[in-house]
């Protein structure tokens, strides 16, 4: 399975992207089977939970730190999830990286998730 996350760049504080992780790949089986999230990484800082998405696209748990303000989507036809992050803070700079879990139990542990992307650099200017 590979994942293809797109979408990042250099904002400044207040504005907005959106982020993109398509999947794809010879043994890929379907995209509804799996769970989606996604983590990011800061310069010097472990790998955090950022939001995360059940199969069907009905339920949606997020970090409190952008809860509020991130949303988290999927269009299973498209095997791609979002990111929609508005009211960008300069504590949003990170990689950003998407993943899928095959369980069927929710996680927020980085740990627990099968396949990522390569990540996608989102910088937040003050």
């Known amino acids: 399975v590979q994942l293809q996350a797109s979408g990042g760049g250099l904002v400044q504080a207040g504005g907005s992207l959106r982020l993109s992780c398509a999947a794809s790949g010879r043994t890929f089986s379907t995209f509804t089977t799996y769970r989606t999230a996604w983590f990011r990484q800061a310069p010097g800082k472990e790998r955090e939970f950022v939001a995360r998405l059940n199969r069907s696209g009905d339920n949606t748990y997020y970090a409190d730190s952008v809860q509020g303000r991130f949303t988290i989507s999927r269009d299973n036809a498209k095997n791609t999830v979002y990111l929609q992050m508005n009211s960008l803070k300069p504590e949003d700079t990170a990689v950003y990286y998407c993943?899928?879990?095959?369980?069927?139990?929710?996680?927020?542990?980085?740990?627990?998730?099968?396949?990522w992307g390569q990540g996608t650099l989102v910088t937040v200017s003050s």
């Open positions: 993943a899928l879990r095959s369980r069927v139990s929710a996680s927020v542990r980085a740990e627990d998730y099968d396949y």
